[in-house]
């Protein structure tokens, strides 16, 4: 088994070896480097930190849903399985990044799969809530029809909103 993990971990590289190469053999270097002298890095590094704080709240919820199937898991693997979910999703067609962050924890904690799986499911439906949240309250603060009729679905409380 470690040979075909061994093997699979290669082709991975040459393959991304190869996206990389082609990419940087079409990149406009000085238009990049003019991009670059413009950039506030501060609020790069900024952002950077926002994002990984991000990644870390992520997680820290998804071991709040895990802990129904398991007690006691390590953080560090959740937030690895986190990011390999990102990544995954990244370069990944239909979200696939998720089936990979499910089966890393599940080898890596000696879990189910399908147990796992089922976690990542309820981890989708909370973000996809929360998201949902987020713009009903955006739209009614800003007074848009739209946003107050998302807020009645979000379950929004509606005190005080004018009528329309």
């Known amino acids: 088994m470690a040979k075909i993990s061994a093997k699979l971990h290669i082709i991975i590289t040459v393959v991304i070896l190869i996206v990389f190469a082609i990419i940087l053999s079409r990149l406009n270097y000085g238009k ?13 590094i900024c952002a950077g930190l926002v994002n990984i704080l991000n990644t870390y709240v ?15 898991i390590h953080m560090s693997r959740t937030f690895s399985a986190i990011l390999i979910g990102v990544v995954g999703n990244t370069i990944l067609p239909f979200r696939l990044g998720d089936g990979a962050r499910a089966y890393f924890l599940a080898k890596k904690e000696s879990m189910r799969l399908a147990s796992v799986f089922s976690t990542v499911f309820l981890d989708r439906v909370a973000d996809a809530h929360r998201a949902h949240r987020h713009a009903a309250a955006d739209g009614f603060a800003h007074g848009h029809q739209v946003g107050r009729d998302t807020a009645v679905l979000a379950g929004e409380p509606l005190a005080g909103a004018p009528e329309t």
């Open 32 to 44: 990049a480097l003019h991009a670059l002298v413009g950039v506030k890095w501060v609020w790069v």
């Open 58 to 72: 992520e997680a820290v919820r998804w071991k709040f849903i895990l802990s129904s199937v398991k007690k006691k």
